[in-house]
């Protein structure tokens, strides 16, 4: 099983970005993903997550209003589309899926597979 993650760059702060995430060797069409993000010489946290039909979303408070996530069946993938991008978004941000759930959770111990990671630098 493969997740990989793309999209990240540096952009200005106020700029967009859309990470997106194709997974490969098993399908996700009946369980939770998520993205998560690790900045440096911080631990790894939740930003958002999906149901498997995308019903429900979670996000952390500091992205809600400015991230959305989303995700294609058939594709097999997830995205998040990221606006109004700040400094502190800066990290590393990792794709996530889940072997057995429906419903997204807040920690990384509620997914059995991660993406590779891709580099979001957003500059003041």
């Known amino acids: 099983v493969q997740l990989q993650a793309s999209g990240g760059g540096l952009v200005q702060a106020g700029g967009s970005l859309r990470l997106s995430c194709a997974a490969s060797?098993?399908?996700?069409?009946?369980?939770?993903m998520g993205w998560f993000r690790q900045a440096p010489g911080k631990e790894r946290e939740f930003v958002a997550g999906i149901s498997w039909n995308g019903g429900t979303k979670y996000y952390t408070d500091p992205v809600k209003g400015r991230f959305t996530i989303s995700r294609d069946k058939v594709k097999n993938a997830v995205y998040l589309q990221m606006n109004s991008l700040k400094p502190e978004d800066t990290a590393v941000y990792y794709c996530?899926?889940?072997?057995?759930?429906?419903?997204?959770?807040?920690?990384?111990?509620?997914?059995?597979?991660w993406g590779q990671g891709t580099q979001v630098t957003v500059s003041s």
């Open positions: 996530a899926g889940s072997r057995g759930s429906t419903m997204p959770t807040m920690t990384a111990t509620g997914y059995d597979y």
């Open positions: 060797g098993r399908t996700f069409s009946t369980n939770s």
